[in-house]
């Protein structure tokens, strides 16, 4: 089979037309929700027609994958400046970064319900510990709510399940805070063995108990560091200092890491039965929730001490009671309970043996203003569509894996959406299988965010949801969707990640027979060129139009005069014709003609093309 294709980038403008056969396949307009109409894309500014008055605003990154600019499909909320909601006291500098950004509002101890009221007109919302961001905001927030920035490192207050599925990318602050994790915890340790707290409050009722409040030393003690992370690791090189011997668990931890600053990796038993102090530091999980609890104290050494600065969550708090009440633990130091605050008459914070602090782990004026620096930048980039090496429930892509992929990312979008459209009835679609051909070992191409893209614009126009590289997967799942993917190695430049991405859509009726290939499947095909993106192949016909504006598929009989004929029609209308191309599979026998356009043609337009007696089949795309 031989395929010529042909490109012109304006119409050739002819008045002969042909009185073959009568069209077979005639389909209409194809009408969509779409984003706001991006005029001008540059890396300094956007400009938007909004009641024909052209605004720009703010830099955006051009590869959205977050799907930033799909925020609302409210023109008007995307040239106002995104709204931030902090429900909890942020650092002066971050909250500097924000309003530089954004509209910023403060409210704090909102209730769940005012909670949900609010997040409905938000964009995003900044978090610390004392948030629940339970699924009910999520549904609130939907179609909205774009990023949760937890300023801190502990995510277990925000349902990361519900952010997943309402696309909303959740990112927290990692690092800023650790060493006053760390400070805290070694400062509860010194405190509880020194008895600092009670002998504080004695003193301070007026009493003098020197005898009362003799305490434990540090030094030649066994401490067990549970969770050899940032801060456990940092509280392990501290009570090292102190002359202490540390030990550690942590069944992700490497090995050479704590050997590095002298600290055994050991058994969790290993590790409970030989502590004279034990120091929690893991996240809670559904693994760690009640890590300590009635059997695990039995198997502790009777007067051990217990310091949590993790969560409260990790420790059974009445077994805890039970085992200081019976001596198993001497002493605790708690910084975090399983309920923030504790009631009034909680027996553990009112027992004489415990010392307590209202989660102040990471309050320490440097790390409030680092975490608040650190998840306001992450909280901006993200609402500029960017993805955060801090993202907590989305894949990790690379900046310059990000940056070589940003036109396939919109070749991938707009193949997507031109399959979709494709299918007769726009749904019933359950199989999807995206080739890639590339000279790049298939290690060396990360398809995560290529197939998302795919996937948004598969979904998007047939449903209600707004697809991006969070919630992708999920989504697709959700409808039932199988997106399969399959590398070919071609031989072409390993310079550019991809050669073509091709779409292929499965046990489908087609509106447009022609894009149907010889596999049965509706099949198209793009290659980015010059950075731009084109479609190159429609079932079996070669064709090259580049993907900007609308796209109108004919399939005629291929004779003279095609290509004047419908320019003719479309410029009678007023539709300026951006690109054109014919694609054959023999001399003079079908052809199929891909015509780019700016405007989208009306039905009379539309109806004209339909009635040149050459055309077979035709079919309106919006990209
Ligand atoms: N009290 C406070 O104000 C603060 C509390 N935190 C809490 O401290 C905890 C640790 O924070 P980072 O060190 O920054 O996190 P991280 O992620 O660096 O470290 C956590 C470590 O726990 C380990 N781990 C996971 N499951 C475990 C298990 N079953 N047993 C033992 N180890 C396990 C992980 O492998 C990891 O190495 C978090 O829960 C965080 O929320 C952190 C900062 C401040
Ligand atoms: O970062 C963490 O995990 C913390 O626990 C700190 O919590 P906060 O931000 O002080 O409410």
Redesign the pocket.
Known sequence: MSMATSTLTKPVFSSSSSSISKPTIKTSLVSFNTNPIILSLSKKKRSFVVNNVLKTVKPTQTNDVLGASNISKDVGSLVSKPTILVSEKLGEAGLQVLRSYGNVECVYDLSQQDLCTKISACDALIVR?GTKVTREVFEAGKGRLKVVGRA?????NVDLQAATEFGCLVVNA??A??I??AE?GIALLAAMARNISQADASIKSGKWQRSKYVGVSMVGKTLAV?????????VARRAKGLGMNVIS?????PADRARAIGVELVS?DQAITTADFIS??????P??NK?LNDDTFAKMKKGVRIVN???GG?IDEDALVKALDSGIVAQAAL??FTEEPPSKDSKLVQHENVTVTP?????TKEAQEGVAIEIAEAVVGALNGELSATAVNAPMVAPEVLSELAPYVLLAEKLGRLAVQLVSGGSGIKSVKVVYRSARDPDDLDTRLLRAMITKGIIEPISNSIINLVNADFTAKQKGIRISEERVVVDSSPEQPVDSIQVQISNVESKFASAVSEGGQISIEGKVKYGVPHLTCVGSFGVDVSLEGNLILCRQLDQPGMIGHVGNILGEENVNVSFMSVGRTSLRKKAIMAIGVDEEPNKEALDKIGAVPAIEEFVFLKL
Do not use: C, Q, W
């Open positions: 510990s801190g490192v502990g995510i277990d990692p690092t805070n650790t006053a994790a805290h549970m969770g050899f992370g940032k801060v456990g690791s940092e668990h942590d069944p992700y931890a969790f929690l530091h893991m996240p809670l999980t693994t760690t890590i600065v993790a969560r990790v910084d975090v989660h102040l782990g990471a309050s």
